[in-house]
């Protein structure tokens, strides 16, 4: 998979919710039999070295890491990282489980048709364990918030 073009709303920044975004990835990627994820990250925001520490590795290509690059569009220097599901930074192996466990739970609300994306999410809904009763109608979600 390509983790590109991720961006945290300001507010979210420096928060654990920008964590728990990549946790989750983790989680859904260990859920659904593993991956091996690619993202550029600029340096700028100190997003690479957070990512590095996440689990992040530099990318290597014939045994050679893969050297950083100047993007000239948003004037900044990026790193090529590489990701593997089944092999996040330890320290954060409690909440990647948590996240899992919360993913098992997660309701999927329907509404639209079904030959559109929101049949290919009941699919993964009920691939990572998910039951049918907890797939709800747009009017059943709206009285259950009620």
Do not use: K
């Amino acid at each position: 998979m390509e983790l590109g073009g991720w961006a945290v709303c300001e507010s979210l920044r420096c928060t654990t919710e920008a964590i728990r975004t990549l946790l989750t990835v983790y989680a859904l990627s260990q859920v659904r039999g593993g991956a091996v994820g690619l993202s550029s990250a600029t340096t700028r925001h100190h997003s690479s070295s957070i990512l590095r520490r996440m689990g992040g590795r530099p990318l290597r290509a014939n045994g050679v890491e893969v050297a950083s690059y100047y993007d000239a569009q948003y004037a900044c220097e990026m790193e090529l990282l590489s990701f593997d599901s089944e092999s996040p930074n330890q320290r954060y192996s409690g909440w990647i489980s948590d996240c899992r466990e919360v993913l098992y739970h997660v309701p999927v609300v329907l509404g639209a048709p079904t030959n559109t994306c929101a049949s290919d999410l009941l699919r993964l809904h009920v691939a990572i364990g998910g039951h049918s009763e907890r797939v709800m109608q747009p009017a059943e979600l709206a009285e259950a918030e009620r």
